[in-house]
């Protein structure tokens, strides 16, 4: 009998799982699977294939649908169960990112809706936003004439395809009503011409957009040379209780927030201004280069309730032309937002100056995506990445340890199997499902194989006894949060588990104290609080501190 060794393998985590160290080789599905990833159901939607899957923590497939078309971005789950996929169609638009037609597929399949957004004039692309009230925003490119951007005061003016959000209230099976717009050269400024009336320093108009900053098209970047495609969006995201809508440019190397609770007059106009931007302020005259903060970011998103960081931003930060370090980062930061408006100091960015957490804690060139690529927060308080340009999903907790990592099998040649290396096997963004989601009620999860068939390699699963995808699970470490960071009046300070908040200034003084239950959030008051540095100190029932640091800008 041939003996039968083991080797162990590290994965960049405090994790190490058990290979065979003779016969096949691991190169697809699931290669690690702790206890502590959020059991749940990911949504796995190659591009390049016309196949949408929902798969378990080991791999396993629970669901497929199969579309006439390949993706075209983002799809969801929605929570009766059907499917809403963006699909690739060919229009008068060829870039990156291009979709064109949203469809709605039943839980068995069945096309139950459509929506084709492609024309001579515009184009849907990248991604969607399916509200509360059963509408969708769609994200679409819109054509503007060369003589349209003469006479807006673009510089050397071309072809130019900028962004508009639509909402469409569907009707079935096709099509549907548009009940609200918003477009971005409504909101425009340039200091080229002053006979224009969008005339002035965009420095003096943080609120709109320059429309000299930025290339069109250009080079071999997302969209072709000359595509016409100036902004290159690539996500919108919808919250619900602040009826804001967030936007992530990657020519802009910045996120917009801009406010829907408005009509679609009022959104043309000085309301439908940007409420927020962040990531480059030299796009808006009040920064240089070196004060850029995002590099090519993809799939802005608030960050639920129940997670450390809720109410705070998060963004795959791709790192493309990053200085010193071409590497991919996930990065939370909390907006300064107040009395409802989001401050911005007079001649200065808006802030803040600081990400509020950061993962890895060290950029490292193994971890990049030049394009595509998401991330979605998990409600027992870690992050689920998928690092797009190489098929590559995998989770990290609040302390960056890895503890679930899957390679998409599936690709622009079919799905590979188990020993082989997959081909184009990017994957546009994925998402994870709870069991208690409220679309899988009713519905037969039983598993059958993996994508890349059945291997050698064995993985258990680790249900949890209440998973949720509203409610917070987090109970291993203390997980702390403060919102907003910086602050200016008011600050929330938020831990997982029971303990005492000691607040403390830079020359060590206490200028604040109180004991919280688990879960239970802290709001201080900071008007008196002098401008600076402070530092939140929790101690808890085991004799340990933890502290993050707070600024207070008034």
């Known amino acids: 009998m041939i003996p039968f060794f083991f080797r162990w393998v590290p994965l960049g985590c405090l994790c190490w799982v058990m290979l065979p160290a003779w016969g096949q080789t691991q190169t697809v599905g699931t290669f690690l699977n702790a206890p502590e990833a959020f059991d749940g159901y990911t949504l796995l939607d190659p591009m390049g294939s016309t196949n949408t899957h929902l798969i378990n923590n080991c791999g396993e497939v629970v669901q497929t649908w199969t579309s006439d078309y390949n993706s075209g971005g983002a799809c969801y789950l929605l929570e009766d169960g059907s499917l809403a996929r963006g699909c690739r169609v060919t229009g008068a638009f060829a870039g990156g990112g291009v979709g064109g037609r949203l469809e709605r597929m039943s839980w068995d399949g069945e096309l139950e809706w459509w929506l084709d957004w492609a024309d001579d004039t515009q184009h849907h692309h990248h991604d969607f936003a399916w509200m509360p009230n059963g509408h969708v925003l769609v994200l679409a490119w819109e054509l503007k004439t060369q003589e349209e951007a003469a006479e807006a005061g673009r510089v050397n003016p071309q072809l130019m395809w900028p962004e508009s959000i639509t909402e469409i209230a569907p009707t079935l099976p096709s099509g549907g009503e548009v009940v609200w717009e918003w477009h971005a050269w409504d909101h425009l400024v340039q200091n080229v011409d002053p006979s224009l009336a969008n005339h002035g320093e965009p420095s003096d108009h943080p609120h709109r957009i320059d429309v000299n900053y930025a290339n069109v ?3 071999g970047g997302p ?4 595509s016409g495609d100036w902004m290159h969006a690539n996500a919108v995201n919808y919250n619900a209780g602040l009826d804001h809508i967030a936007i992530s440019s990657r020519r802009f190397n910045e996120i917009w927030i801009i406010d829907h609770n408005t009509t679609t007059e009022q959104a043309a106009g000085p309301a439908g201004d940007i409420l927020y931007r962040y990531g480059n302020p030299e796009a808006y005259g ?6 850029r903060m995002m590099f090519g970011q993809h799939d802005v998103q608030w960050i639920p309730e129940g997670h450390p960081q809720a109410g705070d931003l998060v963004i ?10 071409e590497c991919s980062s996930i990065d939370v930061w909390s907006p300064p937002y107040e009395d409802g408006a989001y401050p911005v100091p007079q001649d200065e960015a808006f802030g ?6 950061s993962y890895p804690e060290v950029l490292n060139a193994s971890f990049y995506s030049s394009n595509i690529s998401g991330v979605q927060p998990q409600p027992n308080g870690n992050f689920l ?6 098929g590559r999903l995998f989770e990290v ?3 960056g340890d890895i503890v679930w990592e899957y390679i998409n099998p599936e690709g622009n040649f079919g799905v590979s199997t188990q020993g082989s290396n997959p081909q184009q096997n990017n994957v546009f963004r994925a998402y994870r499902y709870a069991p208690s989601y409220p679309g899988f009620e009713g519905r037969d999860l039983t598993p059958g194989e993996p994508l890349e068939g059945l291997g050698e390699f064995t993985c258990d699963l680790f249900p949890a006894d209440t998973s949720s995808t509203d409610v917070a699970s987090w109970t291993e470490v203390p997980v702390l949060g403060a919102h907003p960071n910086p602050a200016n009046h008011v600050v929330t300070l938020r831990t997982n588990v029971e303990g005492l908040w000691t607040v403390r200034n830079a020359m060590g003084q206490s200028v604040a104290q109180q004991r919280v239950l688990a879960s239970e959030s802290l709001e201080l008051g900071t008007a008196d609080w002098p401008a600076g540095m402070y530092f939140a100190t929790l101690n808890t029932h085991d004799s340990m501190s933890h502290t993050l640091r707070l600024s207070i800008a008034h």
């Open 217 to 219: 098209g250009g080079g």
């Open 223 to 226: 969209g072709g040379a000359n």
């Open 286 to 291: 009040r920064g240089s280069e070196e004060d």
């Open 316 to 325: 795959y930060n791709n790192g493309a032309g990053r200085p010193g370090c």
């Open 352 to 357: 803040p100056e600081t990400w509020l957490w």
């Open 385 to 390: 990445i998928c690092q797009g340009a190489n």
């Open 397 to 399: 907790t609040q302390t």
